[in-house]
């Protein structure tokens, strides 16, 4: 199990600024403006089977199709059931389920809601419909963990590669900007914006085009006052069970804006004894909630592709005792 | 590879909560269905479900408030205070690290979404209440379990539909069989909803009265809910502390259709019993009960007997069907599979299909065992499920030795 996965191709889908173009036209809260992805799904994708998509569904299949051209993955008949998809998520389209819902409450009858759009109100619609348009049989999954799905998503697939046989597997997260997802932020944290995009990894066996590998992946749970000893917990363990020091670790990559349990920088940094670069590029950004992870990862395959001797480490932690971390570099 | 043994069960079913009495009731046959009233259905045509209106989750759980987390994840929460009381599990004696939990839904807190959507509707977004947005995230689900039992190992929601607790299941199993984990409480958890209901109607697949899965005029599901959460543990800790073992999990299949988001696929699924009949070294011939996905849509029901029949070939064991007694508690479907194939290999009986009356000359060879529990000797079963998105998983049991 503790064989190192080449990360072999990723992409991400970052923001572009913020260009209105996709802003709705619900009033939305005060605060920060958001940050927002320019993807055109349909001219990327072209419309066939397309029609149906949500924000969230689109972005997750032009993210997996990226990254498994980035990795120059070839699936063909003889390896499709071999590769797979396992996303991370929050609650699945904040806005399609709410929306659905909601036709229940002002439709005449409450039952005159459209069955077309009833896939998109189950969580694991993206990673089917990635699946669909990539023709991928192997093993799909959606994990739902918030801030910390990157890393369930992680641990999911790595287990599906050695106990599933799997030889690829693309792991990550997006997230859509709704008026339901930005009202949420404001509601539950004034301060905090709200932003959208995502990655996806490819993972593979064997030495990678990139020479990036997952070296490790761990996840636990801390009840409230608990939760910085659990993440503790998980920063030793992915140390551990990679078999690298501690003061190898040249960067701390965490997650989302502070939870009211202290920082996961302080976390780590007392584990590490040391006290390695940070950087925080979701938090940065606003509540990325299941992209969190994902937009780590790839802030640190950005520096690993500058400065390929770095070894990071990506944090994450929820508001509800949730925590994980991970370990990327190069295997020595 | 260590071996896993299932050591305590806790179903919170609309037939029963706890497990003898989800016991006495499978082998009674006893319906679970009745008017949904957790919502108003008055504006429906199709008015019944599988509500657990017997749920007093103040009395379920004993660390977590109950102020502080949605339905389902209550559900899931209860679920696994049973299994663990069940299995005798002993807090104090456990590693917290080696311990975890891992929740299958389809729809994680949908009664709290449908909350706050009512919110939205009656005075904007900015009415949404706070304390629901917090409750609202479906990996709560896996974080009320872990909060409940003082677990600190992995506490993961797995979110593929209507497969979702045999995912849970098989991933729980492999953290136990690969040596890192000591005992998981997996399973699922979802809550009867409005928006479920009207989708599963406007599609055409909510059946009026009573789901009658294999029957030639069966007509569609009917919406359940509940939690369903086994104890899953090494089986040489068991040992060591002498706890029974209603059942050995021998391992399980999971495959993608990538097809169509909603139809099944028969060959899809046929793979998908091979893939978990290598993963668990059984034959076709070993298995002696399946507990079938089952769900009383005629397009289910046809592809699974389809590729029963496939893999099996015309002395394919008993399929029946649980979904007519609980109907599609979603996410906790196959979990409540697991619990009922558990039970069938430590009591001897077969499950019913309930509520059946006429054949399907479509495939005559499947025997859902109509309306009437059966001895019989069960010593390897396996647990079907199916889901949206193409998500087939399949878990495998047998009798402990």
């Known amino acids: ?332 | 590879m260590r071996r896993v043994a299932v050591t305590g069960l806790g179903p919170v079913s609309s037939i029963g909560i706890g497990v003898e009495a989800f016991a006495a009731a499978l082998r009674a046959g006893r319906s679970g269905i009745s008017q949904v009233t957790s919502f108003d259905v008055s504006g429906f045509p199709h008015r019944n479900g599988g509500e657990v209106p017997g749920f007093e989750p103040y009395a379920s759980v004993r660390r977590i408030d109950p102020a502080e987390w949605g339905r389902s994840s209550l559900f899931a929460a209860a679920a696994a205070r049973l299994a663990a009381d069940d299995g005798g599990f002993d807090e104090a004696g456990a590693d917290p690290a080696r311990t975890g939990a891992v929740i299958g839904t389809t729809s994680g807190e949908s009664v709290v979404m449908e909350q706050l959507t009512a919110d939205i509707v009656e005075s904007g977004f900015a009415a949404m209440r706070p304390r629901l947005l917090r409750i609202l995230p479906a990996h709560r689900l896996a974080h009320a379990v872990s909060a409940e039992l003082g677990l600190a190992g992995e506490s993961m929601t797995v979110a593929t539909a209507c497969s979702a607790s045999n995912y849970a299941i098989g991933y729980a199993y492999d953290l136990i069989a690969t040596g890192r984990a000591d005992v998981m409480f997996a399973g699922g958890a979802d809550s009867v909803c409005r928006w479920a209901h009207a989708g599963f109607f406007r599609l055409g697949a909510l059946t009026a009265d009573a789901c009658t899965p294999f029957d030639r005029d069966r007509s569609g599901i009917l919406t359940g809910e509940g939690g369903a959460v086994l104890m899953l543990e090494d089986l040489e800790h068991a040992r060591r502390r002498g706890a029974r073992a209603y059942a050995e999990m021998l391992g399980y299949g999971l495959n993608c259709d990538a097809k169509h988001s909603v139809a099944p696929d028969a060959q899809s699924i046929a793979e998908c019993m091979r893939i978990a009949h290598r993963n668990a070294d059984v034959k076709p011939s070993d298995v002696d009960y399946i507990c079938a996905h089952g769900t009383g849509t005629p397009a289910n029901d046809s592809v699974e007997a389809r590729a029963v029949l496939e893999v099996f070939g015309p002395s394919a064991p008993p399929l029946s069907s649980i979904k007519s007694m609980i109907g599609h508690t979603m996410g906790a479907a196959s979990g409540f599979g697991a619990i009922a194939t558990s039970l069938a290999i430590r009591d001897g009986f077969l499950p019913p299909t309930i509520n059946y009356a006429t054949p399907d000359p479509e495939f005559t060879q499947v025997d859902p065992v109509p309306n009437v529990a059966r001895p019989a000797t069960v010593r390897v079963a396996q647990n079907n499920g199916f889901a949206f998105g193409g998500n087939n998983a399949i878990t495998l049991f047998g009798a402990p030795e």
Not at chain 1, 20 to 38: E, K, M, R, S
Request: hydrophobic share 45%.
């Open chain 1, 1 to 332: 199990m503790s064989t190192a996965l080449a990360i072999s191709g990723w992409h991400r889908l970052g923001p572009a600024g913020g260009t209105g173009a996709a802003l709705p036209d619900t009033p939305l809260p005060p605060g920060p403006p958001p940050v927002l992805v320019d993807v055109d799904v349909r001219a990327r994708l072209g419309r066939k089977g397309t029609s149906f998509y949500d924000r969230v569904t689109g972005f997750a299949v032009v993210a997996c199709d990226a990254a498994i051209r980035d990795a120059g993955l070839l699936v063909d008949d003889g390896n499709r059931a071999r590769v797979g998809i396992v996303l991370g998520t929050t609650v699945g389209s904040f806005r399609s389920t709410s929306d659905y819902s909601r036709e229940t409450l002002v439709q005449q009858k409450p039952y005159l809601v459209n069955p077309m759009l009833f896939p998109n109100t189950v969580m694991n619609c993206a990673a089917g419909q990635a699946a669909i348009r990539l023709r991928l049989r192997g093993v799909n999954a959606t994990v739902a963990g918030g801030r910390i799905a990157v890393h369930h998503a992680l641990r999911f697939a790595q287990n599906a590669m050695d106990r599933m046989a799997m030889d690829a597997m693309l792991v990550g997260a997006v997230e859509e900007f709704s008026p339901h997802r930005a009202w949420n932020a404001h509601l539950t944290s004034p301060s905090t914006g709200t932003a959208e995009g995502g990655a996806v990894f490819v993972l593979e066996r064997g030495p990678a085009r990139t020479g990036v590998h997952l070296l490790g992946v761990a996840a636990g749970f801390g009840w409230r006052e608990r939760a910085p000893a659990a993440l503790g917990g998980c920063v030793a363990r992915v140390l551990a069970e990679a078999g690298v020091a501690s003061r190898a670790v040249s960067l701390v990559v965490t997650g989302g804006a502070e939870t009211g349990l202290g920082s996961e920088y302080a976390v780590a940094a007392d584990v590490l004894s040391t006290r390695p670069r940070h950087l925080a590029p979701a938090a940065e950004l606003g509540e990325c909630d299941a992209a969190t992870g994902a937009l780590s990862l790839a802030a640190a395959l950005e520096v690993l592709a500058r400065e390929p001797d770095t070894v990071a480490l990506f944090t994450a932690a929820g508001p509800d005792g949730g925590v994980a971390a991970g370990l990327v570099g190069r295997p020595r």
